[in-house]
DNA sequence: TATGAATGAGTGTTCATTCAT
DNA sequence: AATGAATGAACACTCATTCAT
């Protein structure tokens, strides 16, 4: 069995996720990691550093220095990288990321270098894949930043909505709309 | 001045967009809206139904059966879409809109409401405005979806991640590919 | 239809009866009733007046001067005396007084004045019924008071503790200790 | 000075005895035990939880396997019956358990063991004091009914109503219609 | 007589946090 | 490090009662 800082942290990333960071009293955090209240506190003196530390400890926004893109294939360039987003994080803890991000600003800058990433990751991608580099910085900018809207969206907003959208489709649209 | 009932919801829209609506204690929405604490809960059995009123009155998601669309410019039809939402609300009930999400499911309800709206306009824009009905709906779909994405996106991620985004570049964009 | 000031009444003996005083909010009253809210308050100014109104109308303990009396027959006497308490009032009625026995005065009263009665009468039957005059006043007292309690008892307790219990029975027994 | 545990439950006892359940608000219970608030809730979640506890732990229904009877002397025998209830509870319990049978069905259950103990004494004594055994058990059904009855009313009622009974009078007028 | 908005003290309950051991 | 009792401010909500019309 892992240790009790683990363990709460295991706990409270299940019940934000969940039921969200104001719903889930720290007693229940407690109850479900199977550690005393007043421990929760030893480790994490504010509710709100089980919180941060979830995100420091269990998201990480991977900014890779290059990106693979296969030139002349501006599609399925994109079309990988949305198979995967740069971020290392569980299910929950992605679920997290996106309903907590008026919570705390930490939150808040997690996801905002989420969204960097992804534009920087989808503008080099589309640079090196595009057979000319045309002058248009603007158009390919409006790609990247297009790309990244999608991308988030379907991790977040597709849950609320229920309406689902193939990033697939929406590279082939790109590519098409830049060759 | 206005009856208490209108203040309650005055004091509500605007200290559910700053601070949240479970940040908001209701003797804070009474005081602000200058009526004693017991009132609000006359008009307003539970808390919640102020957030649900909120919604109800004051965001109408526009369904227009018609789309206005400019055949052969696809571009500056969506453009024309994007410059303003078709949602009547205040920018404090945008606000709510989004972050309030998750808070009730008439909330969530307005919100998909009003995705489906975009999707729609923006799919009925696009197949008026091109020149030729090609067969392939899927990729309409998507470019449909794309634009509904950005459009979403910039009302609600654009302010978390201070990442702007330009929709007449995306317009364009997604003109460009289906032309 | 009835006036306001009955159907109030009417909706108060039916829900004080069903939830107990206390339970029961004005508004409920009202409401049952189908009266404003105010219009209670124009009746009764204070809640606990429905309840001494109640009392005072809707329950008459029959004190009557004489009590029929079989000479001989002390058992069939009492008997009789159990088919029918000396209490004018509605099932939900009786179990107001019971209920409420400790939430006002007047309740009480009322109720001791139907216990006062109730001996009083049992007394008296015994006294009649008797073929001679004994000068055993004491066991004649215990008597009339053990009657009452177990018609008060059947009343009351019966229906918090499911045991039932036959007044026939009893009588006989009282008339066969006696004679 | 008593744990904060049992100082509450003694606030609690003698409070709602004076006062009553519902009269008696969390608050003064937790100033008259001389503890905070939020530590009441600590030990019982909720309210009625006091209640419950008070029952549980500070009545206790005596459901002895034999009852001590001397045959020949069934007037005697149930005066001794009378002279203790055969309930283990502070004079402030005994009116709790009385006045609350409403309130909570956990009052309601002990008050009716309480019946149902009375009863099986005093059937039992009666069957072990009568000389011989008549088959009459249905008589011997009534009369210990009847003492439970009066022996219940005593305890109850004649605060209510002022009117006082004497148990040994009515044991002897019980055997004398037995014998 | 009739109405329902207005009032505000009070109620049970929650909860993050502290603290003595 | 570990424990759970202790603390009290805050919370949503209730309700009898008043009052202007």
Request: proline share 6%; hydrophobic share 45%; net charge neutral.
């Amino acid at each position: 069995m892992p240790g009790a800082r683990t363990r709460i942290l295991d706990a409270a990333e299940e019940l934000f996720a969940g039921g969200g960071y104001d719903a889930t009293p720290t007693a229940q955090i407690a109850r479900t990691a199977g550690v005393p209240k007043g421990l929760l506190f030893h480790y994490f003196p504010k509710k709100i550093d089980v919180l941060i530390t979830l995100i420091d400890e269990r998201t990480l926004v991977v900014e890779a220095p290059e990106v693979e893109a296969v030139p002349g294939d501006a599609a399925g360039t994109l079309s990988r990288l949305a198979r995967r987003l740069p971020l290392r994080a569980s299910p929950a803890m992605r679920r997290i990321l996106f309903r907590e991000a008026d919570t705390h600003g930490s939150v808040r800058e997690r996801l905002g270098r989420l969204n960097g990433e992804l534009i920087r990751r989808a503008r080099f991608a589309l640079e090196l894949a595009l057979p000319t580099r045309r002058g248009d910085a603007a158009r390919l900018e409006a790609a990247a930043a297009t790309f990244a809207a999608v991308l988030l969206y379907q991790e977040n907003l597709c849950q609320l909505t229920g309406h689902q959208i193939d990033p697939d489709a929406v590279a082939e649209l790109i590519a098409m709309a830049l060759v």
